[in-house]
């Protein structure tokens, strides 16, 4: 019988086809010990055994406008801060996942990282335009932040374009720009076009970092301060704009998969089942919060507000509708 991808990833990370979300909970890398800094010949061995084990999977993730060599090219360079560090599921899992958006884990487009002994994929804002590019509805996206001494207007009421104005003094010394006020990101689209401008705040910027960031938070708790909002604020600021925008353009389901699968990993759940089914992993997340939000009330959930697939419901009969016509004939 053929094994679909997912299939194939999940019995190569030991894990069987029909395996809960929380039966693939990546395990503690126990025992394991950080790789020593060894030489360039030691590095290729253990690309060329990674890569014997798992390069027909990742190939086969990969879009079909996406050279394999040079995707495989750059894991080559990633695989040594990996190996030893986390569980060969995750780095396999992390791996793929990044595969199936076609994104670079270059530091530009993407990055896979160590969290907690598992490689995590994490697309950069750079990821989130280029796939906003590939939907062929979106022409150009424009990204900045505002600061003290730059001239901007925001008016939102006034019609697209008239109601954005930013004019950076981009000549000025950093101490005449001032402090960062917000970052903001907007799309021109097919058609000329321009769609609604997202404007983050640094306050709004820090309780999205807050609320939602497993990693900052766990950062934080140990005194690692290490995390992206950390090492990479300005940057996690705009990307936060870039995913507000996704919201107000017209996006493709590869664009909606990688919103999920970033914050799967926020979430502390597997990313490779939200890059392979984004609509379930979706509808989990929304269920899960109802039920948080029920349960902090005391409120029952009505059957209206449950997640419900968009296929859901087509082709039946609106019985109560028609019984209604009936009595009224």
């Known amino acids: 019988m053929a094994l679909t991808l997912k299939d194939r990833v999940m019995a190569r990370a030991g894990t069987a086809p029909t395996a809960s979300a929380e039966d693939i909970q990546h395990d503690r890398a126990d025992g394991a010990e950080e790789t020593p800094a060894g030489h360039d010949e030691q590095a290729a061995a253990s690309f060329a055994e990674w890569l014997g084990r798992y390069g ?22 990633t695989l040594p801060d990996l190996i030893g560090r986390c569980t060969p599921a995750s780095i396999l899992q992390a791996v793929i996942t990044c595969a199936r958006f076609g994104l670079l884990p270059d530091g530009q487009q993407a990055v896979i990282t160590v969290e907690n002994r598992t490689a995590v994929f994490i697309p950069t804002y750079r990821g989130y335009v280029e796939l906003m590019y590939r939907s062929g509805l979106v022409k150009s996206v424009v990204t900045g932040m505002v600061y003290e001494g730059d001239e901007w207007e925001f008016e939102p009421t006034a019609p697209a374009p008239l109601d954005f104005v930013h004019k950076p003094q981009i000549l000025a010394s950093a101490e005449n720009r001032g402090k960062p006020l917000f970052a903001y990101a907007f799309a021109w689209l097919d058609g000329g076009v321009r769609s609604a401008v997202s404007i983050i705040t640094r306050e709004k910027a820090e309780e999205i970092r807050d ?8 950062a934080e708790k140990t005194g690692a301060r290490n995390s992206f909002w950390h090492l990479r604020f300005d940057d996690m600021w705009v990307k936060t704009a870039l995913r507000a925008l996704a919201k107000l353009v017209p996006t493709s389901a590869e664009l909606r998969a990688l919103v999920a699968v970033e914050q799967a990993a926020e979430d502390g759940r597997p990313q490779i089942l939200a890059v392979l089914d984004p609509e379930a992993t979706a509808l989990e997340a929304d269920a899960l919060r109802a039920a948080a939000a029920a349960e902090a009330s005391q409120d029952v959930p009505t059957a209206s507000a449950l997640p419900r697939k968009a296929s859901a ?5 609106p019985r109560r509708r028609n019984r209604d016509r009936n009595k009224r004939r």
């Open 56 to 77: 027909r999977d990742v190939e086969a993730a990969l879009p079909a406008h996406i050279d394999a060599g040079t995707f495989l090219a750059v894991v080559r360079g």
């Open 211 to 218: 609320e939602f960031s497993r990693s900052y938070q766990q």
């Open 313 to 317: 419901g087509r082709g039946r009969t």
